[in-house]
């Protein structure tokens, strides 16, 4: 009888085994963002259909809801996977618009990590539709390569141990077994999702690259008090009222799209802008002087993503320049300084709206003319803060609002040269802008 048993178990055991073998993976196809994105879905799920079986898209926006979930995060994705108990998570997006538009599609593991992505046609079409069926059902394929399903391997081990035993207290231990196990994962379900956010920081991918233009009003403030060479001292100053000013930044993060955010967080950016229209008069004379003014800053920094928050700072080398005709009164001006700041970013709401601030102390090594007309031994501080709210649409429009106030605070010493700005010996003084950009560009 033991052996008639022992064959039941193995005969069993084997049918279950190439039964597990050729058994569907089970998949959820969550929504596709952009235009078109919902037929993207559908042809999705028309790829996938006799090759996988199906958690609802319904279940899935419950959970993704009721725990706030954010697929962009890998400790995301992986409770979302647990918690429908899939193989694999399916989701994309859609960029542009029309016959031009291309669909992404993306899959997950279990575990949450990236498997394989593929892009394909636009949606709505009949070639665009046929290429999105055949990159799903070829990233299906390629994902079952790279990580086998799983899900079902409990419950097979359950059952073999069930008719090897030859009891009902047999099976019920193997029950009790296969039971066991999922109750024992509840816990560490939860630590992992835990884990996985220290690791991720709760960060979603990142643009890599962001670049925006654009233009405002900007002020300008110099007021000097230099010596008169005879012991007392006299103004020198400036002030534009509003002038015409171009500008921009870009923002490069080389690893943005990584898993890591650790690797996330390393930032390029450079900003600038270019005056127009800028004159300045000597009173009394009706003489007036041209000017052109521009300014250019490279950092290097490091923004670490937290959730929805970018925390970190910048370095790096910038120039401003006041290039005035030679006159009685100022001395053209080009600060070529040291720059190390701090910065915050935050997102209101994702994609669509954010903010970001940034302030930072800056140090010249090289104030132009200034040291010729009022001392070779002429320094200076500086300090300066941006604010900028802004966002970007799925396609890559970007846009944004933003603030920028620098200032300068000199003083001056040692010896000048003979120039008709001259003066000293001695004096201080100020120089202070503030800048008003309304941008759009891209993000990628």
Not at 294 to 315: D, S
Not at 409 to 422: E, I, Q, R, Y
Request: aromatic content about 10%.
């Amino acid at each position: 009888m033991e052996r008639i048993y022992i064959f039941v178990a193995i005969l069993m055991g084997s049918t279950i085994a190439s039964g597990a073998h050729a058994q569907k993976p089970r998949v959820v196809v969550l929504n596709f963002a952009g235009a078109g994105g919902s037929t993207a879905r559908v042809q999705v799920v028309r790829a996938l259909k006799g090759r996988a079986d199906f958690a609802t898209k319904s279940d899935a926006d419950r959970v993704i809801e009721d725990r706030g979930l954010r697929i962009g995060t890998l400790g995301d994705r992986a409770e979302l996977g647990d918690a429908l108990d899939v193989d694999y998570i399916f989701w994309g997006r859609v960029k542009g618009k029309g016959k031009s538009a291309r669909s992404e599609i993306r899959v997950a593991g279990r575990s949450g990590e990236a498997l394989t992505g593929y892009e394909a046609g636009a949606p709505g079409t009949s070639k665009g539709n046929q290429l999105i069926q055949e990159a799903a059902r070829t990233a299906l394929a390629e994902a079952m390569e790279l990580a086998p399903p799983e899900r079902r391997k409990r419950k097979e081990a359950a059952a073999v141990g069930a008719v090897a035993g030859g009891s009902v207290a047999a099976g019920t231990a193997a029950a009790t077994a296969s039971t066991a196990p999922a109750q024992s994962e509840s816990k560490p379900r939860k630590e992992s999702k835990v884990d996985k956010e220290k690791k991720s920081g709760g960060a979603t991918k990142l643009p890599v690259f962001e670049i925006l233009v654009g233009g405002g009003p900007r002020f300008r403030n110099i007021d000097f008090n230099v010596g008169d060479g005879s012991g007392g001292t006299e103004p020198r100053t400036f002030t534009s009222g509003a002038y015409a000013d171009v500008g921009g930044y870009f923002l490069v993060r080389p690893l943005g799209r990584s898993d890591n955010p650790a690797l996330q967080g390393i930032v390029i950016q450079g900003d600038g802008g270019v005056g127009f229209g800028l004159k300045a008069g000597l009173q009394g004379t009706g003489s007036t002087s041209d000017i052109s003014t521009w300014r250019a800053l490279g950092q290097v920094g490091y923004l670490y993503p937290i959730k929805g928050m970018q925390v970190g700072g910048l370095l790096g080398v910038g120039v401003d320049t006041f290039d005035i005709d030679l006159n009685s009164a100022l001395p053209s001006i080009q600060y070529i300084y040291f720059r190390v700041g701090a910065a915050f970013a935050y997102t209101i709401i994702e994609d669509l709206l954010g903010f970001r601030v940034d302030g930072g102390f800056r140090k010249p090594f090289s104030l132009g003319d200034l040291e010729g007309a009022f001392g070779n031994n002429s320094s200076a501080i500086g300090w300066d803060a941006t604010a900028m709210v802004g966002g970007k649409l799925d396609i890559g429009f970007s846009y944004g609002f933003r603030f920028i106030y620098e200032s300068y605070k000199l003083d001056f010493a040692g010896a000048n040269t003979s120039v008709p700005s001259m003066g000293g010996p001695g004096g201080s003084g100020t120089d202070r802008a503030m800048t008003f950009q309304f941008l759009v560009g891209w993000s990628l």
